[in-house]
């Protein structure tokens, strides 16, 4: 695994051509790893047919007023790992 519960990891703020499972309210957001959901394969490969490895998936944690400017609440998000960067 390359990220561990704890750490504090960032979207990366990117804006692809195609359908991407980043979504676009997340891009840039800086986020807690709370759990590893395993491994599979990209979404964003699998929809336009390309074949690609498993890549290791987190449960990230983000404060709702970091992702909507709002909010005391938290928003828990399946993260990719080539969607995410160590913050």
Same mark, same amino acid.
């Given at each position: 695994m390359t990220? *561990? #519960?704890?750490?504090?990891? $960032? #979207? $990366? *703020?990117?804006d692809p051509p195609f359908h991407t499972r980043l979504p676009a309210y997340a891009r840039g957001v800086v986020g807690t790893v709370v759990r590893f959901q395993g491994a599979h394969r990209l979404p964003d490969d699998v929809v336009r047919g390309i074949s690609s490895q498993a890549e290791n998936v987190y449960a990230v944690r983000f404060g709702a007023r970091d992702l909507f400017g709002t909010g005391d609440h938290t928003v828990t998000l399946s993260m990719w790992q080539s969607y995410l960067e160590r913050s």
């Open positions: 990220f *561990s #519960t704890g750490d504090q990891v $960032r #979207t $990366r *703020s990117v």
